[in-house]
């Protein structure tokens, strides 16, 4: 999908829409605020949702499938499906900016929680958290002794020689 120019979504858009859509480019979509972010994505939604219905029924009533919306049926989607494509961009730039916000978020606040346990930790200062005499394994753990015997041969090769005996044995019991 090849990218679209602002003039072409200009053409394609009505004013309202073209509005909103210039709102979702670089640094207006940086300008807004969270909850004026959120109410755009809510009104881009719905319009996607319509401008793709409508280019679908057009499809529809291009190929006989559909009954035609108007006096007759549609002739090309063009226009539809360009409209549709244009606000199915600006829903992922704003959502792109959505999920930026949100791990700006989350780094600052996972920042701020290393910070308080940092403080934390040097507040408590260096002392031995258990006594020596406790379960916790201090020098390491001690090897456990297998204690199943060990295979002489590989497993191929013991099937091989039983498979050997079997056929030999079958031969004797022919004659």
């Known amino acids: ?25 670089h640094p207006e979509v940086q300008a807004l605020s969270d909850a ?10 719905d319009r996607r949702d319509r401008a793709q219905t409508i280019a679908r029924q057009r499809r529809r009533e291009m190929r006989g499938k559909g009954a035609p919306r108007g006096a007759e049926a549609s002739r090309a989607d063009a226009g539809s499906k360009l ?25 600052t606040q996972m920042v701020e929680s290393q910070r308080r346990a940092l403080a934390m930790v040097r507040e408590a200062g260096a002392q031995p958290h258990e006594d020596f005499n406790s379960r916790t394994a201090h020098a390491g753990m001690r090897k456990n002794a297998n204690r199943k015997t060990p295979r002489i041969g590989s497993a191929r090769e013991a099937g091989r020689v039983s498979q050997f005996v079997k056929n030999a044995q079958a031969k004797r019991d022919s004659r």
């Open 36 to 45: 004026d972010l959120q109410a755009l994505v809510t009104r881009v939604r």
């Open 1 to 25: 999908m090849s990218s679209i120019t602002r003039k072409e979504e200009a053409r394609a858009l009505d004013v309202e829409e073209r509005e909103m859509i210039a709102a979702t480019h």
């Open 83 to 107: 409209k549709a494509e244009i606000l199915a961009a600006a829903m992922r730039r704003l959502n792109g900016e959505a999920e930026r916000r949100r791990r700006l978020a989350a780094r």
